[in-house]
């Protein structure tokens, strides 16, 4: 058995770990109790997309190789922009569909016409802006920029990203999912941009949890009445 001072060590040590790592250990366990009673379907913000949505049909389109003769197409996608059918080009140019004139972005108007189509009716609208840069813990992040960000009069905040160059519908943020992305960065320990889980403060952080956890066993061990017993029977 282990005795005297690598006793009061091992004590000391696991209190130590304990109180370093309480907070660390509280929000694991606070996050993954907020993930297992959410519905992630909410948290993507599918309670505020339209049920079903009616694509348009267009009838005299131009052929896309009558764009531009320069143009060497790899990639071509029918877009629909405030009733207008438009070819989004090798994932980089917007021409009308019709007339073939290249179109250099959308506009406001367009792009809160592009969100009321896929989102419910009846939100309102309050404010809409432009957004050319994010920083690494926007909510915004890793999507296509820039892009026009309309903002709701609704009870979770809502906001609703679309794409500026090609019109397309990328994504809504509320409430809900912040509260989400930021118990997920306590989850992870990815400070910097939330997803990254082999990050070296997760690492440390782990490590110390087991030596935590296996230094408590190790208490347990040397503390229990009943091992003590077991181990004067075999010295006798």
Same mark, same amino acid.
């Not at 994932?91 to 569909?97: R, T």
């Not at 019109?167 to 997920?184: E, K, M, N, P, V």
């Not at 070296?200 to 408590?216: A, E, M, P, W």
């Given at each position: ?28 366990? @606070?996050?993954?109790? =907020? *993930? ?12 505020? /997309? ?11 389109? #131009? !052929? ?12 071509? +996608?029918?877009?629909? @922009?405030?009733?207008?059918?438009f070819y989004w080009v ?19 108007? +367009? ?9 419910? !009716?009846?939100?309102k609208a309050k404010e809409?802006?432009? #957004?050319?840069? %994010?920083?690494? /813990?926007?909510?915004?992040?890793? /999507? ?5 960000? @309309? ?9 609703? =990203? @679309? !794409? ?9 943020? /509320?409430?809900?999912?912040?509260? *989400? ?18 990050? #070296? %403060? ?27 017993? #077991? ?6």
């Open positions: 058995m282990i005795k005297g001072k690598k006793v009061k060590w091992i004590r000391k040590s696991h209190r130590y770990l304990g109180i370093f790592l309480g907070l660390q250990f509280l929000m694991w366990t @606070i996050s993954g109790l =907020y *993930f297992s009673w959410t519905n992630i379907d909410d948290i993507h913000g599918m309670q505020f /997309h339209k049920k079903r949505i009616v694509a348009e049909s267009f009838s005299g389109l #131009i !052929s896309p190789s009558l764009l531009h003769p320069s143009i060497a197409i790899q990639s071509i +996608e029918l877009r629909e @922009i405030n009733k207008n059918p090798n994932g980089k140019m917007l021409y009308n569909a019709k007339t073939g004139k290249l179109k250099k972005g959308i506009t406001k108007e +367009e792009a809160l016409a592009i969100a009321d189509k896929n989102i419910v !009716s009846g939100l809409i802006q432009l #957004i050319k840069e %994010v920083g690494k /813990h926007h909510e915004y992040r890793e /999507h296509l920029l820039p892009a026009y960000v @309309i903002s709701y009069q609704e009870p979770n905040n809502l906001k609703v =990203y @679309i !794409s500026a160059n090609d019109g397309a519908f990328q994504t809504i943020r /509320h409430r809900d999912w912040r509260w *989400f992305d930021f118990l997920w960065m306590t989850h992870t320990m990815d400070y910097e941009g939330r997803d990254n889980m082999n990050n #070296i %403060v997760l690492r440390v952080f782990s490590l110390l949890g087991l030596i935590t956890v296996l230094s408590g066993f190790l208490l347990w061990y040397i503390s229990s009445p009943t091992i003590r017993k #077991i181990w004067r029977k075999i010295k006798k």
